[in-house]
């Protein structure tokens, strides 16, 4: 697997024995899939975490900024 469509660092090798049956190899890719999807999950909940944090820091430093302005226009 490849995901930036590259063999860069970043890219994932599995391999299956191919003495499996196919149902021991369906049952390996689904859990595989599964953990996949899990890790993924987690990447964008702390995206998510980063985003928020992001937002209201910038929320903080607009609302500090018109704090400022107007205590300069009450001068």
């Known amino acids: 697997m490849e995901p930036d469509g ?3 660092p970043g890219y994932i090798t599995f391999q299956l024995d191919s003495k ?3 149902d021991e190899q369906l049952e390996i890719a ?3 899939a599964k953990a ?3 890790w993924r999950d987690e990447i964008a909940a702390r995206v998510d975490q980063q985003r928020t944090a992001a937002d209201e820091l910038e929320a903080a430093r607009a609302k500090i900024a018109r704090l400022k302005a ?3 226009e009450a001068s």
């Open 6 to 8: 590259e063999h860069r």
């Open 20 to 22: 499996l049956s196919i």
């Open 30 to 32: 689904d859990r595989f």
């Open 36 to 38: 996949v999807t899990s």
């Open 70 to 72: 107007e205590a300069g």
